[in-house]
């Protein structure tokens, strides 16, 4: 059985991707958040059936007047 230690928390991908980077941690996250230049970050697709899901919102902040976010809006 898998049994994690925990020694640390980040709060933001950046951090975690820094942690990861320096050879200091191992994380989950999506694999589209990885950077294209990752020569310090190995990479292994999840493989399972079903595969893992999650869930994702678009966020915007309340004064946001670009007239793109309306049209955007519209294709959701």
């Known amino acids: 059985m898998l049994c994690p230690v925990l020694r640390g ?3 933001s991908l950046a951090g975690m991707l820094a942690l990861t980077a ?3 941690a191992a994380a989950l996250v999506p694999e589209h958040a990885v950077p294209a230049d990752h020569s310090a970050i190995r990479t292994i697709p ?3 059936d079903p595969l893992p899901a999650t869930e994702i919102a678009l966020i915007w ?3 946001n007047h670009n007239p793109a976010l309306p049209a955007l809006l ?3």
Do not use: Y
């Open 46 to 48: 999840l493989a399972g």
């Open 61 to 63: 902040h309340p004064g």
């Open 9 to 11: 928390r980040v709060d």
């Open 22 to 24: 320096a050879g200091s």
């Open 74 to 76: 519209t294709l959701i």
